[in-house]
């Protein structure tokens, strides 16, 4: 269990266009799902908290027109890059979270596939 | 609110040890910890909840110090496949939805 997908993997735009990134939730209906960039050898920089239903809320410095989030469902959240340029060129990897835990409960946060950007 | 992870990478030869450690300057709900090989996403390991938790993945276990706000990640015997690079993740008490905060990685080469 736990499956999360990402679609597509790997997307080559031009500069100018904009890009849809899809992240599903496989075998479980995620509480809320997270959206994170990452260069090369550096760490995820979390972009943006996403819940069904709610406008998403960003982290310090993400620009929202940017970076639109959409979160149809509980398996399905959408990121848009508008208006791609070569500075969005990134790893887009989205994740999914549960609870669990009963008691004392947490959130489990599992990850997607990753999305490979280059704008050229 | 980043987590200081250390070190920042670690060569060890196949059966050896190593520990990875990741601290924060504040109060922690969790502590998870993630691998991630290159070119792939991150692959869950565990999650350390606050009082002293400990845990195991196969060979790979993880302590909480919840006084010292801080996590070690243990590699016993490592295996080839251990190679990668391991995140924590932290999860502060006042913050809601499961949001986690990333240490800087350390990069775990594994050699025959």
């Known amino acids: 269990g736990a499956v999360v997908s990402q679609h597509p993997s790997r997307v080559i735009c031009k500069s100018g266009t904009s890009v849809k990134i899809e992240c599903r939730s496989l075998?479980?209906?995620?509480?809320?799902m997270f959206w994170y960039r990452q260069f090369p050898k550096k760490s995820l920089m979390l972009m943006a908290t996403?819940?069904?239903?709610?406008?998403?809320?960003?982290e310090q410095g993400v620009e929202k027109d940017k970076f639109l989030i959409n979160h149809a469902s509980l398996t399905l959240s959408t990121l848009t890059v508008t208006s791609a340029h070569p500075e969005d060129s990134s790893f887009y990897i989205c994740?999914?979270?549960?609870?669990?835990?009963?008691?004392?409960?947490?959130?489990?946060?599992?990850f997607g596939p990753g999305t490979r950007l280059t704008v050229l | 609110q980043q987590p200081v992870q250390s070190p920042q990478a670690v060569i060890l030869r196949e059966g050896e040890d190593a520990v990875i450690n990741c601290s924060s300057s504040?109060?922690?709900?969790?502590v998870h910890w993630y691998r991630q090989k290159h070119g792939e996403a991150p692959v869950f390991l565990m999650i350390?909840?606050?009082?002293?938790e400990q845990k195991g993945h196969e060979k790979i276990s993880a302590s909480f110090n919840e006084k010292k706000q801080q996590s070690s990640l243990y590699l016993t015997a490592s295996q080839l496949s251990y190679s990668g690079t391991y995140f924590c993740?932290?999860?502060?008490?006042?913050?809601?939805?499961?949001?986690?905060?990333f240490g800087a990685g350390t990069q775990v080469v594994v050699t025959p």
């Open positions: 994740s999914a979270s549960r609870l669990a835990g009963g008691l004392s409960s947490y959130n489990e946060q599992f």
């Open positions: 075998d479980f209906q995620a509480t809320t």
């Open positions: 996403s819940n069904e239903g709610s406008k998403a809320t960003y």
């Open positions: 504040k109060a922690l709900y969790s």
């Open positions: 350390l909840l606050k009082g002293g």
């Open positions: 993740g932290t999860e502060m008490t006042t913050d809601s939805w499961g949001k986690l905060q």
